[in-house]
């Protein structure tokens, strides 16, 4: 029998370790490969210049503004009633117009009085009678003919009848229901020949020169806001209508739930313009003038922690700077710093900026979802948001 060879027993197992030494070379050179192009990939990202940011810009300002406060409320007539009636009947006649102006005791509605008549000539001729009588029976007691306390009753029966003639009266004059005050009409709520109960409406009644505005404002401003003081009030129904009046009156008790308190201003209403029941923003100066520093209210970012606004700074390029298109760049470059400010009141599209902004720097108004601290803005002001203190919405 043969002997076997050490050599033919190692040949396999070198053969499989070559193998095995040859892939890790192949794969460690994949792998090697991929992460060489993934960092140069990554470098040339990271130092990629990036594009420029459009923006809108404007510069903080600084203006000279009042205190001022605002508050809603609503119109209310000095004097406004739903017209009604204290003794029942049927309607006779209608003596006025809807809608139409009407001055204080002009007659609105008759009601049919022909059985308060009848009593009242029963109760006159009752009531004449009573005095001839208690007249007779005076002179009787001046002869002594009679006894005093007679004459007393004949005189008090006498007294009797002629009130009765006068409560006729005045129940008769009831059913004449007036004006009880200068103002305008509405609409007509009953018709000829209705049977109407002392308290049903009949027409409504208001009038509207003055007319008070009651709003509501915070305790905090107790002692801010006195009476004759001037506020300013406009309704949406009227754009671009502004009406002034004085503060009328202020009510002392705060409101324990919404701890405001009411107050109340009168306004000259001499065309009827303001109605009662609508609503009502006001405005009203608090304290003396004051500079202020301002910028539009869309320059800024409103966050729970902070408000923050992009301020433009200016610096001079390095040599050799490209767009990322390759070409050179010239001029100033532009860039955006992010700084937190303290804000302050509010005037249309205008808000106040208690520190953290200088008047004459610069801050991004419009694209500021795009920024980021450190990069390159552009400056495009063709289309601007609105800084007005006052704005003005066109109707169209």
Do not use: C
């Not at 192009?37 to 404007?58: E, G, H, I, Y």
């Not at 500079?291 to 610096?315: C, H, L, M, R, W």
């Amino acid at each position: 029998m043969a002997p076997q060879h050490p050599t033919r027993q190692a040949r396999p197992l070198l053969r499989w370790a070559l193998m095995l030494i040859g892939v890790l070379i192949v794969f460690g050179g994949i792998f090697l490969i991929k992460a060489i192009f993934a960092k140069q990939t990554n470098n040339f990202f990271d130092n990629m210049p990036q594009p420029a940011v459009t923006v809108s810009a404007d510069a903080a300002k600084t203006q000279r503004w009042s205190g001022a406060g605002d508050a809603v409320g609503t119109l209310v007539a000095v004097n406004g009633i739903e017209v009604t009636t204290e003794a029942g009947g049927v309607v006779r006649s209608i003596e006025f117009e809807a809608g139409q102006p009407v001055r204080a005791g002009a007659v609105l509605v008759r009601l049919n009085t022909a059985n308060e008549e009848a009593t009242l000539k029963a109760l006159e001729t009752s009531a004449r009678l009573a005095d001839t009588q208690a007249q007779r029976w005076q002179q009787l007691g001046k002869d002594k003919l009679v006894s005093l306390d007679e004459v007393q009753q004949r005189t008090a029966a006498a007294a009797a009848a002629r009130a009765q003639v006068e409560a006729q009266r005045a129940l008769i004059a009831q059913k004449t229901i007036r004006a009880p005050f200068s103002g305008v009409l509405g609409i007509r709520k009953i018709n000829l020949g209705q049977f109407i109960a002392p308290g049903d409406a009949i027409v409504s009644l208001q009038q509207l020169d003055p007319i008070y505005l009651d709003f509501t404002l915070p305790e905090q401003m107790i002692g801010k806001l006195g009476d004759g003081d001037l506020v300013r009030a406009t309704v949406d129904a009227l754009p671009g209508q502004t009406f002034e009046g004085k503060v009328h009156a202020l009510d002392p008790l705060v409101d324990a739930s919404t701890r405001n308190f009411k107050a109340q201003a009168i306004l000259r209403n001499p065309d009827g313009k303001l109605r009662p029941g609508s609503f009502a923003k006001v405005g009203f100066d608090v304290g003396g003038e004051r500079d202020v520093v301002v910028i539009p209210q869309t320059a800024v970012s409103f966050n729970p922690y902070g408000n923050a606004v992009f301020v433009i700074e200016k610096s001079a390029r390095k040599a050799g700077e490209t767009d990322a298109q390759g070409k050179p760049l010239t001029g100033d470059k532009l860039t955006v710093a992010q700084r937190f400010i303290k804000t302050g009141d509010t005037r249309g599209d205008m808000i106040v900026v208690s520190s953290g902004l200088k008047a004459g720097e610069q801050v991004a108004t419009s694209g500021l979802l795009k920024l980021r601290n450190g990069a390159e803005v552009t400056i495009n002001n063709t289309i601007t948001p609105t800084a007005d203190t006052a704005p003005a919405v066109e109707n169209r």
